[in-house]
């Protein structure tokens, strides 16, 4: 996967308009800190049945993925959130979950990479 299939420059170039380097840095350590608890929220939803929670945590996960400019993210993120408002539990959920788990290690390294060199 290309790094621009990960990470938008354009999201990114957008932010450093609007703040500089210190604010591309500053959302990057957001998005680091933030985002494994948001992942674990979701597991831990679905784990104890908590649809509403996952939900909220999904749809975090969703809007912080988008104002990074990680769009595949916030598509998963955004799938996630609408298996979990359908009733019962489904193979496609657990799926997704995966998916959602994956790219936001992708995000995250590649962020690592974006963050080093600023």
């Known amino acids: 996967m290309a ?4 990470i938008d420059p354009e999201a990114m170039a957008g932010l450093e308009a609007l703040g500089g380097l210190e604010l ?3 959302m990057i350590d957001l998005f ?3 985002t494994p608890a ?7 939803g ?3 049945d908590d649809r509403q929670e996952a939900r909220r945590a999904a749809h975090s996960m ?8 990680a769009r595949r993210l916030a598509a998963l993120a955004a799938q996630v959130e609408a298996l979990l408002a359908a009733p019962g539990a489904t193979p496609d ?3 997704a979950v995966g998916e959602l788990e994956r790219e936001a290690d992708r995000v995250a390294a590649r962020l690592g990479e ?3 060199g600023t």
């Open 24 to 26: 591309v840095r500053n």
């Open 46 to 48: 679905l784990e104890s």
């Open 3 to 6: 790094d621009e299939d990960t």
């Open 114 to 116: 974006i963050r080093a």
């Open 32 to 34: 680091g800190a933030n």
């Open 93 to 95: 959920l657990t799926r």
């Open 38 to 44: 948001r992942l674990a929220a979701v597991k831990a």
């Open 62 to 69: 969703k809007s912080t993925a988008a104002s990074m400019g």
